[in-house]
């Protein structure tokens, strides 16, 4: 019972790693019974993502923990390591992967394309691999979870593969998987120092030259930004997000993008022993693109899971800009305020982990429940689904950036961080950094507007079609799932000053600094990053106004006006028959953005004939970086194809003539 007892929190995470590869392989074990894996399984999934969560938070104020495992190839074996950068991402890996893993649990039916069992090893294995990601402490052990979690997330994605858009959209995304896994792969190879050791601590021991550090960090910047979505590595993600199932959608938005994220601040700022003023100007720049793009997109997508999607890029777009600033910070000798932007990332991490997590299960159990996601054949759905309908507003309101909801507090902090770069030298950032705070509150007030878009079209309103009305709200296990993260979206937004207490470690690794005595020494009640006469923010205050007014209304009506209310019907502009149809539609509600922000699209029009019976106008906005880089790509690739393909004869003369002349060029440079 001691050693039991006694037990360090990585060995409790490793334990429940094999667990959750057990649970896995049980699944091809009854692979068709629907009950062994909803009632059992991705219950106990669930569990095991709680253990973690509960170990790494029991790590975050520990010292640095290291297992080495006899699993690689000989001389090659496993090396992990727990500190307080690895704990704080696993405790987030945990949290919101427990909450998809019960709504999985009641969400997959039958005609998804791959029986359930298959689905439940798929999906355990993709949890671990995230899992054994975060622990990695050598490029080998890192390159082979991040290839198993490629993997198992293609097939995720293209479960349903009898239909081709969606095996493209899995191609699609294995091609870019990959080509930030080679860059990664790469960045590796310069951080080792030619020494053979591709262990983390031997990297950490290496002073690289200015040349050779920055060619590692922009590898490391391409290849996961790849995989976090960066323009314009992002086309995989409105792509693959529609075709996955809604609980794959949400563990790859809310946990799968931020092991990208993990792997920036790993390699950045704890492995690389130098950050130079032009990394954090780079990724401020590329951050504030990746958010304005993602934004503006997202408002003018007319499918649900496509616009979450966007908005993912948006976030991703931000936690780039917060990275970007703290890395000006700390090569200007600013510890404490690179501190307070880390702060501002780590919180938004976590934040947009459950929020969008919340938004894209709520599309599951839309589609489920209606079997529509296209945004103009919805609507009125608040009064058929109340449970989802509730609870996805919690998600708007987080996502859209409101208080005292989790949203609010990351953006507050990171616009708070912005305050502070007055102190920077150079003409170029002095000047740089006022224009991306204007771009970063333009993004923060987009979003809102994305996000009202959302809610509005898909629950308020009437229904726009008939088939609308036999709707039906999601299962008890979903409602479980859906509950836990909208729970956590409240909880962060509440209590900051203790989510900041769990972030404090984490920077101390990263910048040898944290804003956590400055919150702790303003009290509990109040928020103030730096100090109270600056700027702070009270959550539960403000929690406490609203709800005030709202009683003192509520009151005054009863009082006052109570029996003199008269019921009618809405004022219709003069029109009696008011119907769906004249409700403001998806398309509408995104024109004026679409108009305002028309550069950023390649816009095709299809103009109806003035002989058509039926005549149809017909808009399509599509991603200019398709026809700028991707389509040029793929030409050229193959035209290199059919190039190489005139070498394929089908005659075993020509075969044989090729390795005579491949013979005669050997000799000739062996004894040349």
């Not at 729970?487 to 910048?511: H, M, S, W």
Request: proline share 5%.
């Amino acid at each position: 019972m001691t050693d039991f007892v006694q037990l360090l929190p990585i060995d409790w995470i490793l334990a429940a790693v094999a667990l959750l590869l057990a649970v896995g392989a049980a699944g091809i074990v009854r692979p068709h019974s629907f009950f062994v894996v909803a009632r059992v399984l991705f219950p106990l999934g669930a569990a095991l993502s709680l253990l973690v969560a509960g170990a790494a938070l029991a790590a975050l104020f520990s010292v640095p923990q290291v297992a080495v495992l006899p699993l690689g190839l000989p001389g090659l074996p496993f090396h992990l390591r727990l500190d307080a950068l690895s704990a704080f991402f696993l405790f987030l890996f945990g949290g919101a992967t427990a909450g998809i893993s019960i709504f999985a649990s009641g969400y997959f039916r039958r005609g998804e394309g791959t029986p359930p069992g298959l689905m439940c090893l798929q999906y355990h294995v993709f949890v671990a691999s995230m899992a054994l990601i975060m622990l990695a402490d050598d490029a080998y052990v890192f390159m082979v979870m991040w290839e198993v979690m490629a993997l198992s997330s293609f097939f995720l994605v293209t479960s349903n593969h009898t239909i081709p858009e969606i095996r493209r959209a899995g191609y699609l995304y294995l091609l870019i998987a990959h080509v930030g896994a080679l860059a990664i792969l790469l960045c590796f190879g310069v951080l080792q120092a030619n020494t053979g050791d591709y262990t983390f601590a031997n990297m950490r021991a290496q002073q690289l030259t200015p040349f050779w550090a920055s060619a590692a960090f922009l590898l490391a910047l391409v290849g996961f930004g790849a995989k976090a979505g960066i323009v314009p590595l992002h086309i995989w993600l409105p792509e693959a997000h529609p075709a996955a199932p809604s609980p794959v959608s949400a563990l790859m938005s809310g946990v799968m993008l931020k092991t990208a994220i993990y792997g920036l601040l790993r390699i950045g700022f704890e492995v690389l022993q130098l950050q130079l003023w032009w990394w954090g100007v780079l990724a401020l720049i590329i951050g504030l693109v990746t958010a304005l793009f993602g934004v503006v997109f997202s408002a003018i997508q007319s499918d649900m899971k496509r616009l979450l999607a966007y908005s993912s890029i948006e976030n991703i777009g931000l936690l780039m800009v917060a990275m970007g600033l703290a890395m000006l910070f700390t090569a200007y000798g600013m510890s404490a305020l690179a501190a307070l932007a880390l702060t501002a990332m780590l919180y938004h991490a976590l934040n947009h982990a459950y929020f969008k997590s919340l938004l894209f299960l709520c599309t599951g159990a839309v589609l489920h429940g209606t079997g529509e996601r296209s945004l103009g054949k919805l609507g009125g759905l608040l009064r058929y689904m109340p449970w989802v309908g509730w609870l996805a507003l919690a998600g708007a309101l987080a996502a859209a950036g409101l208080p005292p909801l989790n949203g609010f507090v990351s953006e507050w902090l990171l616009l708070q961080s912005f305050l502070f770069t007055l102190g920077l030298p150079g003409t170029f950032v002095n000047m740089l950094v006022p224009v991306a705070a204007a771009g970063v509150a333009l993004v923060a007030a987009l979003g809102g507007y994305v996000m009202v878009k959302f809610y509005g079209v898909i629950f308020l309103g009437q229904p726009r079609e008939p088939n609308l009305a036999r709707s039906h709200d999601a299962g008890r296990s979903e409602r479980v799932g859906l509950v836990w993260l909208a729970a956590g979206c409240v909880l962060l937004g509440l209590l900051p000053t203790q989510v900041i207490a769990l972030i404090d470690p984490v920077t101390r690794v990263l910048v040898g600094d944290g804003v956590g005595p400055t919150v702790a020494a303003n009290g509990w009640l109040f928020l103030a990053p730096v100090a109270s006469e600056r700027a702070s923010y009270s959550p539960l205050l403000f929690l406490l106004l609203v709800t005030a007014s709202f009683a003192l209304a509520f009151v005054l009506v009863r009082r006052l006006y109570h029996g003199r209310v008269r019921r009618a019907p809405a004022w219709d502009c003069g029109f009696p028959l008011l119907n769906a149809r004249m409700q403001d539609t998806a398309e509408g509600f995104g024109q004026p953005i679409r108009l305002v922000f028309e550069p950023f699209f390649h816009i095709e029009r299809s103009l109806p004939s003035p002989f058509d019976a039926q005549p149809v106008y017909r808009l399509v906005a599509t991603d200019h970086f398709w026809q700028w880089l991707y389509v040029p790509i793929a030409r050229i690739v193959e035209k290199t194809s059919r190039l190489v393909g005139l070498l394929q004869q089908g005659r075993i003369t020509t075969y044989l003539l090729y390795s005579f002349i491949t013979l005669l060029v050997m000799l000739v440079l062996v004894f040349r």
